[in-house]
């Protein structure tokens, strides 16, 4: 918004000042004629054009000495705009002004494209990894950061990112919340955070939204104003820690499946739309490692719990979703005939 407002401020100052000058200049000019020679509209119109852009075709009709003084007037005044104006534009192509003017709207076009994207609210340590990690996978996202450093370093990396309050109602708006597909809350504190989700929730009742929690009381709070995940980084570290120390292999079995730097191998989640192929059958019949060579780690069911290694006759429903091994090949194959026209992806 405020880049927005910048641009046209120096738009009003600079060429747009050229123009009301112009314009000024041409309508007190003919006016002029009118008045001292007695002219009509169009011949002093006509006469004040000519003598503006120093044309030179001509008197229109033979002039009096104050018609003389005042074309003088009119071609100083037309003079002096015209060198302001090109002056004027010269500077915007010299000191990039003009190139960024079409670099804010081409980059504000692309966020009125973008759908189907993830809402970044902040850009710490958090936030960064969460961008890098969805800009390795291809997922879209959009950062909403407050540091002007920090969103000019994302754009000049080539992610997409505005300088706004996550908390804002129009700028959840502006970057897209109603085309989105997920919004992350990883604000520095968990004020904000409460803040930014309660905002978005209220927006979209239907988006999925995940926070960044600091303080154990802060939890329940962020879930109250409408966070469908809240995550507490330390607790997650200190649990993959002491998994590393009694499991190690486990967790580099799993950090193996869910990382983007390994692509012959991934875990994802896949939700059964409604009247699909798979949609009644059985994981058996359904001929899921046959066909696609992927492995059924779990199925969460549409009614909220999770069966873990489900048996070979456990019947898959609407709304279920497969928690699946393979392939990311596989698994997109896989995604377009459980999904028929969605986006192959993580589902919420």
């Keep these: 918004m405020q880049v927005k407002n910048h641009a046209t401020l120096s738009w009003a100052r600079g060429p747009g000042l050229g123009v009301v000058l112009f314009v000024l200049v041409s309508a007190v000019g003919t006016l002029g004629y009118m008045l001292i020679e007695g002219w009509s509209f169009w011949d002093s119109a006509f006469m004040t054009i000519i003598s503006v852009t120093t044309v030179g075709y001509g008197y229109v009709h033979p002039l009096t000495r104050a018609g003389e003084v005042w074309t003088t007037f009119v071609l100083l005044a037309?003079?002096?705009?015209?060198?302001?104006?090109?002056?004027?534009?010269?500077?915007?192509?010299?000191?990039?002004?003009?190139?960024?003017?079409?670099?804010?709207?081409?980059?504000?076009?692309?966020?009125?494209?973008?759908?189907?994207?993830?809402?970044?609210?902040?850009?710490?340590?958090?936030g960064s990894t969460i961008a890098e990690e969805f800009r390795r996978q291809g997922v879209p996202c959009i950062v909403v950061e407050r540091d002007p450093d920090k969103v000019h370093e994302i754009i000049a990396g080539g992610g997409m990112a505005v300088e706004a309050d996550a908390s804002r109602e129009d700028v959840l708006k502006r970057v897209g919340i109603d085309r989105a597909r997920g919004l992350i809350a990883a604000v520095s504190t968990d004020a904000e955070n409460v803040y930014a989700v309660l905002t978005a929730r209220v927006l979209r009742p239907d988006l999925f939204i995940i926070a960044r929690v600091e303080s154990e009381d802060a939890e329940p709070k962020l879930r109250r104003a409408g966070a469908d995940r809240v995550i507490s980084p330390y607790t997650l570290g200190a649990i993959q820690m002491a998994h590393t120390a009694l499991r190690p292999a486990v967790v580099d079995f799993m950090r193996l499946a869910t990382s983007s730097e390994h692509l012959d191998l991934s875990a994802e989640q896949i939700e059964l739309a409604p009247g699909g192929p798979l949609v009644g059958r059985s994981i058996r019949e359904a001929e899921l490692r046959q066909r696609f060579g992927v492995i059924v780690v779990a199925i969460r069911r549409a009614e909220g719990h999770m069966e873990f290694n489900p048996s070979p006759d456990a019947r898959l429903h609407t709304g279920d979703q497969l928690v699946l091994l393979g392939s990311t090949e596989k698994l997109r194959e896989l995604d377009a005939v459980a999904r028929p026209g969605a986006r192959a992806g993580v589902t919420a």
């Excluded at 190139?99 to 973008?114: K, P, V």
């Design 78 to 126: 037309g003079i002096s705009t015209l060198f302001y104006t090109a002056f004027v534009l010269m500077a915007l192509v010299v000191d990039g002004g003009l190139y960024r003017s079409f670099e804010q709207r081409r980059f504000a076009r692309m966020i009125d494209e973008l759908t189907n994207h993830f809402i970044i609210c902040g850009y710490g340590r958090i």
